[in-house]
């Protein structure tokens, strides 16, 4: 069943179309502990105004960025409760896992004692785009 999902999710992106609902079956895979229609519920217009395409290697770039410098946080859970996250650059990104690190240098057991909305809170407040004024 996943081969042919990812068989299908790789067709539609080589003809330039991914559907809101093949796209919304792909956040589920990335993130299976997310309840997606949450994620589009809190963030409507980030979800539907940008193309699915850019948002496919978007999201597959923020998953990897986050579970590489995050292992033990609940990443599924810091993207269901904050999507914003989602949308942020990936250098900005990249300086607020910096900013994280160097504030709090902590192990894996203390990231997964962690709420998962504050983490996503601390890296996006130290990112070059600055604390979320919305969420």
């Known amino acids: 069943m996943a081969k042919a999902f990812l068989l299908a999710t790789q067709l539609c992106l080589w003809l330039g179309h991914v559907p809101l609902s093949v796209f919304a079956l792909l956040l589920q895979e990335v993130f299976p502990a997310c309840n997606v ?21 978007r999201v597959a770039a923020i998953n990897d960025a986050l579970r590489g410098s995050l292992p033990g946080a609940d990443i599924d859970m810091m993207v269901q409760e904050d999507p914003t996250i989602l949308f ?3 250098q900005s990104l990249s300086t607020g896992l910096r900013g994280l690190h160097d504030l709090w240098d902590v192990d894996e057991v203390a990231q997964g ?23």
């Open 113 to 135: 004692n962690s709420n998962p909305w504050e983490l996503a809170l601390a890296i996006r407040a130290m990112s070059e785009q600055g604390p979320p004024n919305t969420v």
């Open 88 to 90: 942020e650059d990936k």
């Open 37 to 57: 229609a949450r994620m589009v519920e809190l963030l409507p217009e980030g979800f539907l105004q940008q193309s699915q395409q850019s948002m496919v290697k």
